[in-house]
C-alpha cells in the first residue's frame, strides 16, 4: 500500500466518525443516558487520535503524487492548509472530550451546556474535515472540477 493509498483511506476517519459521534452524542443528550454520552466523547477521543495518523500521512502522500500526470498541484497546497485547520480542531476536540470523560467520569451525565458545547465543536471540525476532503478531492478527480475550473487548471477555455 502506498502513502497516497493509505491518506485516502484514513482522511475518511475524521468526516464520517464526527458525524457519526455526534449524532450519537445528540441522542444521548436528548435522551439523558450518561453511558452513551461517553460513548461519543470516547469516540471524539479515538478520533482526535486518528487525525495525527492523516496528518502524518498527508505529506507522504503529496510527495507520492506531486508529479504524477493529472495532478492539480495547487490543490495539494489548499488541501495542507485545509487539512491542517481540520487537524488542530480535531485534536482541540479529541482534548476538550477526554477532560470531560476525566470530569464527569462515572453515571455522571454530562451538563448540558458542557454537551451542546461539545457539539458545537463538533459541527466545526465537521465543516472543516468535510472542506479538507473536497479540496483534497480536486487533487485527482477532474469529474467534480467546475468548467471553469477545469480550464484553468490545463490551460484552456472552460468547457
Sequence with gaps: MSAAHLHLILNHVPVLGTFFAATILAIAL??????FQKVALVFFVGLGLS?????????????????????????????????????????????????????????????????????????????????????GGHIRHPEIWSGAAIGARHGGAPT
Design 30 to 35: 436528548v435522551l439523558r443516558h450518561p453511558a
Design 51 to 135: 487525525g495525527v495518523a492523516v496528518y502524518l500521512s498527508g505529506e507522504r502522500a503529496a510527495a507520492a503524487i506531486r508529479l504524477l500526470p493529472g495532478i492539480a498541484v495547487p490543490s495539494i497546497q489548499g488541501h495542507e492548509e485545509a487539512g491542517e485547520a481540520a487537524f488542530v480542531f480535531l485534536s482541540l476536540l479529541g482534548a476538550a472530550a477526554l477532560l470531560l470523560l476525566i470530569l464527569y467520569r462515572g453515571d455522571r451525565p454530562l451538563p448540558l451546556g458542557a454537551g451542546i458545547g461539545i457539539l458545537f465543536f463538533a459541527l466545526i471540525v465537521l465543516i472543516l474535515a468535510a472542506r479538507a476532503a473536497w479540496i
